[in-house]
C-alpha cells in the first residue's frame, strides 16, 4: 500500500510537499505574540509565532514574517518591530490581529490597550511580555523573512498563563 501525497506511509512518514509540512509544524507548540510597528509607514500588528531569542550580547530576537502579509512592508519601512507576547485571555485579541474578524486595522487596536514605548511601537498593555526592537538584519527564505531585532526595550508582567498555538488549537501553560 502506498501512501497517499500528504499522508503517512506505514512508519509515519510523510510525502514532503507543503501540506504535509504545515501539518508537521502544526505539531510544534509555539507561544502566541501579536507583532507591532509604528512609523512612516503606519500603525500595523499581526499574529506571529515564528518569533525567538537570538542573543543577550546585544540583545537580540527574531521574528518571521511572511512577504505577502500587510505588516512586513511596514516593519521594514518603520525599521522597528514590538514582539508581544499573549496571555491565555488573549485569544480574541489574536483572533483579531490574525485577521479573523476581519477587522480593519484601528479596531483591532481597539482591542488592547497599547502604551508606545522606545521605538514608538505599540506595546499591550497586559500581555506576558513585550519587547520593543529596531530592525538589525533582514534575511530571506522561502516566502518569508527572518527580521532580527536589537532590543531597545523590554517589559514584563507577572507570571500568569501564557497563550500556545498547537494543532491549529489554542491552549494555556503556567509560566
Known amino acids: 500500500m502506498s501512501p497517499s501525497p500528504s499522508g503517512p506511509n506505514d512508519e509515519g512518514r510523510l510525502t514532503l510537499d507543503p501540506p504535509s509540512f504545515r501539518e508537521a509544524m502544526s505539531r510544534i507548540a509555539a507561544a502566541v505574540h501579536v507583532v507591532t510597528t509604528d512609523g512612516p509607514a503606519g500603525r500595523m500588528g499581526a499574529t506571529v509565532s515564528a518569533a525567538c531569542s537570538v542573543s543577550d550580547e546585544p540583545a537580540s530576537i527574531l521574528i518571521c514574517l511572511n512577504r505577502q502579509s500587510r505588516i512586513h512592508a511596514a516593519v521594514l519601512s518603520n525599521r522597528c518591530f514590538c514582539l508581544n507576547t499573549l496571555g491565555d485571555d488573549h485569544e480574541s485579541i489574536s483572533d483579531a490581529f490574525a485577521g479573523r474578524d476581519k477587522l480593519e486595522m484601528i479596531d483591532r487596536f481597539a482591542k488592547g490597550d497599547w502604551t508606545t514605548l522606545a521605538t514608538g511601537c505599540p506595546a499591550l498593555d497586559n500581555a506576558r511580555l513585550n519587547v520593543d526592537c529596531e530592525v538589525y538584519s ?26 500556545l498555538y498547537v494543532r491549529r488549537g489554542y491552549k494555556s501553560l503556567d509560566t
Open 138 to 163: 533582514v534575511t530571506e527564505m522561502g516566502t518569508h523573512s527572518i527580521i532580527v531585532g536589537t532590543v531597545t526595550d523590554l517589559r514584563m508582567t507577572s507570571p500568569g498563563k501564557s497563550l
